[in-house]
């Protein structure tokens, strides 16, 4: 029995021993182990350069998300103030032009009122010619056909009028276009001239309808015989005149087209349609 006992208290000792041992152990290779012939071995070493080069990527990244996003800042900045530069410079654009139609406008008012005074005088030389006349239906006729192409000729010189205004609401709006394409480093400089003579065509249609809007046609019969030619050489006289004009319109319509042809040409300019669109509620009416 004595001798079990003190087996069994031998036993304990050497577990004992053995299990301090090992905790000695692994407290001292926690912080550095040794191979055989005394190196440092590189099993936590490696585990030490693995975890210092994650934390020196993970510091990098997160410089690189700081830089990025300095970047995107300031690209959106510089976006911004492009955009704000090209809205001005579009409301500039529009006003400029509204200027212009309501001195358009204002100066064929003034010019209506002054020819009234000439096409109130020619109405009396008529009406003193037709005295030659003995018909009387052919009289009231005559008048009415008069009185029809002066009216005709106020209605038709607005209605171009209000043409060459929409003709011209197309090139602002292809200005525009071409504006933000500048801000966004597209060339489109091959459509400077096309512009240029876009505009010009405006002008010498709105020219052509402030000449036509001022003319007075004047008529004088001298007998039967010849009302009939003078009249239609009247009625000729006018279509021919009114037709002109249309040509005119029809050109600066026909030019700001291939403005806008060649605009859609340039590569890339689809990518400049993303405006804020309240732009576009600037209307030129």
């Known amino acids: 029995m004595k001798k079990n006992i003190k087996y069994g208290i031998s036993l304990f000792s050497i577990l004992l021993t053995l299990m301090l041992g090992y905790v000695a152990y692994a407290e001292d290779s926690s912080e550095a182990t040794t191979t055989g012939d005394g190196k440092p071995s590189m099993e936590f070493k490696k585990g030490d350069d693995l975890r210092k080069m994650f934390e020196e990527r993970k510091e990098q990244t997160a410089e690189n998300r700081e830089g990025f996003k300095d970047e995107v800042g300031a690209m959106r900045d510089e976006l911004k103030t492009n955009r704000e530069q090209y809205r001005t410079e579009l409301r500039q654009m529009i006003e400029g032009i509204k200027v212009k139609r309501e001195e358009f406008k204002a100066e064929m008012e003034t010019k209506r009122e002054e020819i009234q005074a000439k096409i109130s005088e020619a109405k009396d030389k008529?009406?003193?010619?037709?005295?030659?006349?003995?018909?009387?239906?052919k009289k009231v006729s005559a008048e009415k056909i008069v009185d029809l192409i002066t009216e005709l000729n106020t209605k038709m010189t607005d209605n171009l009028s209000d043409k060459v205004n929409q003709i011209e609401n197309v090139l602002v709006s292809i200005e525009s276009r071409i504006s933000k394409a500048k801000d966004n480093g597209i060339d489109v400089s091959s459509?400077?001239?096309?512009?240029?003579?876009?505009?010009?065509?405006?002008?010498?249609?709105?020219?052509?309808?402030?000449?036509?809007?001022?003319?007075?046609?004047?008529?004088?019969?001298?007998?039967?015989?010849?009302?009939?030619?003078?009249?239609?050489?009247?009625?000729?006289?006018?279509?021919?005149?009114?037709?002109?004009?249309?040509l005119i319109v029809k050109e600066a319509h026909t030019t700001v087209k291939n403005v806008a042809v060649a605009l859609a040409q340039?590569?890339?300019?689809?990518?400049?349609?993303?405006v804020d669109s309240s732009t576009d509620d600037n209307s030129t009416n």
């Open 191 to 246: 459509l400077d001239s096309k512009v240029s003579d876009a505009k010009d065509a405006i002008e010498k249609a709105r020219d052509s309808i402030s000449t036509q809007a001022n003319k007075v046609y004047e008529i004088t019969v001298t007998d039967d015989t010849t009302l009939r030619t003078e009249m239609k050489t009247l009625r000729d006289t006018f279509k021919k005149d009114i037709e002109a004009v249309r």
């Open 126 to 137: 008529f009406k003193e010619s037709l005295k030659n006349i003995k018909d009387e239906n």
């Open 266 to 274: 340039i590569p890339k300019i689809d990518d400049t349609d993303d």
